[in-house]
């Protein structure tokens, strides 16, 4: 059973930038797909951006293109979500997942993480 963790969170103005993290444990890190999701209030949970378990390939949804990069550590079990030129339409939960392939990112959650953009 993996366990996901996730941190970084908070509150930021519109154009500012934020890091998340998400710890994982109880599995082998380095051959799990890894993916970020959101969801703001009254919306359903999105896949916002994908990593493969070497971390040579990510997926990224159109509207947070050349602003979010995803990266992961495998010697530290942890993934990684910069997310920078935030708007406030990026204001949701952030959930980590994981997985066995990028089609398949989101057999294990984390609790979610709270990101908020002000105008």
């Known amino acids: 059973q993996v366990q996901l963790v996730e941190s970084g969170g908070g509150l930021v103005q519109a154009g500012g930038s934020l890091r998340l993290s998400c710890a994982a444990s109880?599995?082998?890190?380095?051959?799990?797909?890894m993916a970020w999701f959101r969801q703001a209030p009254g919306k359903e949970r999105s896949v916002v951006a994908r990593?493969?378990?070497?971390?040579?390939?990510?997926l990224y949804t159109d509207s947070v293109k050349g602003r979010f990069t995803i990266s992961r550590d495998n010697a530290k079990n942890t993934v990684y979500l910069q997310m920078n030129a935030l708007k406030v339409e990026d204001t949701a939960v952030y959930y980590c997942?994981?997985?066995?392939?990028?089609?398949?990112?989101?057999?294990?959650w984390g609790q979610g993480t709270q990101v908020t953009v002000s105008s």
């Open positions: 997942a994981a997985g066995g392939s990028l089609l398949r990112p989101n057999d294990y």
């Open positions: 990593i493969t378990s070497s971390g040579g390939n990510a």
């Open positions: 109880g599995g082998t890190f380095s051959t799990l797909t």
